[in-house]
């Protein structure tokens, strides 16, 4: 039996395992295989139209009455620096020269929103199980309608700090997200991203600072993860890495290859793709600009500048400008379908459970 059962009570689930939902990386298919398996399917929205999401929603409705997650970003929308954006420009220019780009080109606009009455429309409508956030919460008048849906509200802490404060302002469930984890950092209440501590160092703090259950986030891909982080007091897990290996994610063949040859030393936290930290795979852009660059636009001004340099590259099949985003346990990736790994995951961690318990001299699970 699972040590600690509140997130699956909590959320309605079968599974203490939760699907990070990856911008970019995550669609409806696998938010119903992960849901169906009895995980946690989390569809990522923060790259979304209303109109996509309407979509992606309504393919997930029809083929799942299971709880799904619903995340978006509310991070607070970048002052226009055109001074910082003139000269984050001009440091990518050279790349732009040697792919045979005009570096004076136009450039699309980043494409990441944060949480607003338009998004909060469509959870309302469709009345999600759980409806995450990244950086922080939105407005409380937001938070309000979310939560008057019935849907349990749930946010990342990289901090005690930022655990706590999410607790006082209602959060069911806390995401611990450790520095191992692959992609954005939630962090929210500071900028210094050096003193960020690792899963195993934060996730009992956190356990300890708040009474709500604490999911563990961050180099967590096998069995052992999962039991180590129930170990810490944990109450489920967050996967994201892992879960870029199966055929459902959303990804380059570069990024697909890239995820395939990582070691444990191979990311890096870097602000050098969106202009707020991230863990990705040391690439070209990020050893000569980064990795971590004082003349990036706030997020996700960054990304901009970069968007032609990165296609033209990826279109000749380089992976040089692409944020390839990884966690530091990628190396423990399996390719299986998404509900496959899902119940592996689950089998495994309650064999590994039932194993300590016998050896202890309890009864076997």
């Known amino acids: 039996m699972w040590p600690d059962r509140r997130i ?3 959320f309605g689930i079968e599974l203490p395992i939760i699907q990070a939902p990856m911008a970019g990386s995550v669609g409806s298919e696998m938010v119903v295989a992960v849901s169906e398996a009895g995980g946690l399917g989390s569809l990522p929205c923060a790259m979304l139209s209303p109109e996509q999401m309407r979509n992606e929603l309504g393919i997930i409705r029809q083929r799942t009455s299971r709880p799904i997650n619903l995340n978006f970003f509310c991070h607070q929308p970048p002052q226009a620096d055109p001074a910082r954006e003139t000269a984050w420009r001009q ?12 570096p004076k080109a136009p450039v699309p606009a980043a494409a990441r929103v944060p949480f607003d009455s338009a998004m909060c429309d469509l959870v309302e409508e469709f009345k999600p199980e759980v409806v995450s956030f990244h950086f922080g919460l939105p407005e409380r008048s937001l938070l309000e309608r979310v939560g008057a849906t019935g849907a349990k509200i749930v946010s990342s802490a990289t901090t005690v700090d930022e655990a706590r404060w999410l607790e006082s302002q209602g959060c069911d469930a806390i995401i611990a997200q450790g520095c191992e984890a692959g992609g954005h950092r939630g962090i929210f209440l500071g900028r210094d991203i ?4 690792g899963t195993m160092a934060l996730v009992p703090q956190i356990v300890d600072a708040v009474r709500v259950p604490v999911i563990a986030a961050g ?3 096998d069995a052992r993860g999962i039991v180590a982080a129930f170990a810490l007091g944990a109450s489920a897990v967050q996967i994201g890495t892992a879960y870029l290996f199966c055929p459902e994610a959303k990804v380059s063949s570069i990024h697909r290859d890239a995820l395939k040859r990582a070691k444990d030393n191979d990311t890096v936290l870097t602000n050098v793709f969106t202009g707020r930290p991230a863990r990705g795979i040391v690439n070209r852009v990020v050893r000569e600009v980064g990795p971590m660059s004082d003349l990036a636009p706030d997020f996700p001004l960054a990304s901009a500048a970069l968007a032609p340099i990165r296609s033209k590259a990826e279109a000749g099949g380089s992976g040089d400008f692409s944020p390839l985003w990884a966690g530091q346990a990628a190396a ?3 390719e299986l379908p998404a509900d496959e790994l899902t119940r592996q995951l689950g089998s495994d961690a309650l064999a590994v459970i039932a194993r300590l318990h016998s050896s202890d001299g309890a009864p076997s699970a």
């Open 8 to 10: 699956q009570n909590l």
């Open 194 to 197: 050096s003193t960020q501590a």
């Open 91 to 102: 440091r990518l220019e050279g790349f732009s020269v040697e792919l045979g780009l005009d």
């Open 332 to 334: 423990l990736g399996r």
């Open 219 to 221: 180099g967590i891909a």
